[in-house]
């Protein structure tokens, strides 16, 4: 048995990539917003805003406090290997364990490593920050061979045709009068609703009651968008 953490220098370095990464998002948003209501002149419609406040406003919020907690949680965060089990424990998450007739996929990542099971959002992610780094790499083989690629679910591998469905369909609702447009572009909105933002928030890093919350809120959102499709088509054309 060989158990793993990560120090207080990996801790810094884990936080300044989540802040760049936060900040990169934040400048993608503004900039969009900017392209779609600064450009032309553009007036914002309140049907189409409020949900789409809604949703990057809860995104913003629930981000921040989660970069804290899981920055505080690293401080904790360990993995620990047997002959044939894979477990990862952190302070505020529940105990994930894999044996190895449960990984569907192990990869090396720019990052660190990836270990997959075969449910949604079933995954431990392992830092490279975390000491023995190497040591580990090998511990890790002798239970499971790495594979070439990390199988990365589709809201993760796609997720720039997800920023063109958010932008794509705030820009085609607003820029248009044909209803038909406004529609598909309300559609496209929710498919970015269920495809990338619900997927993202079912990830098991996040505790039951995180992700209970987070399906409410797409649940609110999705019947906000749904009435504001019939308004559109049948009330206000």
Do not use: C
């Not at 907690?69 to 993995?79: D, G, H, R, S």
């Not at 830092?127 to 511990?139: F, G, M, N």
């Not at 997720?159 to 572009?185: E, P, Q, R």
């Not at 098991?204 to 797409?218: G, H, T, Y």
Request: charged content about 20%; cysteine-free; proline content about 3%.
């Amino acid at each position: 048995m060989s158990v793993y953490k990560i120090s207080s220098e990996g801790v810094k370095a884990q936080r300044r990539q989540q802040i760049r990464m936060q900040v990169l998002i934040i400048a993608v948003a503004l900039l969009g917003g900017w392209y779609v209501y600064g450009f032309g002149g553009v007036e914002p419609r309140l049907e189409t805003i409020l949900p789409v406040a809604i949703v990057i406003i809860y995104i913003t919020i629930s981000t921040y406090f989660r970069i804290r907690k899981v920055n505080q949680a690293l401080k904790t965060f360990e993995i620990e290997i047997t002959e044939n089990t894979i477990i990862r424990r952190q302070e505020n998450m529940q105990e994930l364990s894999f044996s190895r007739f449960e990984i569907s996929n192990m990869a090396q990542t720019r990052n660190g490593v990836v270990i997959r099971g075969e449910g949604p959002g079933s995954a431990i992610i392992i830092p490279s920050a975390i000491d023995d780094y190497d040591e580990l790499l090998v511990e890790l083989e002798k239970i499971r061979p790495f594979d070439e690629a990390d199988k990365k679910a589709f809201h993760e591998k796609y997720w720039y045709l997800g920023l063109m469905l958010f932008f794509g369909g705030i820009a085609g609702y607003n820029l248009t009068n044909d209803k038909y447009i406004a529609v598909l572009s309300i559609g496209a909105l929710l498919a970015f609703l269920w495809l990338f933002i619900k997927p993202a928030y079912q990830n098991r890093l996040f505790s039951e009651e995180k992700r209970k919350r987070a399906a409410w809120i797409v649940y609110i959102v999705t019947v906000v968008f749904v009435i504001g499709m019939i308004i559109k088509l049948f009330i206000f054309p």
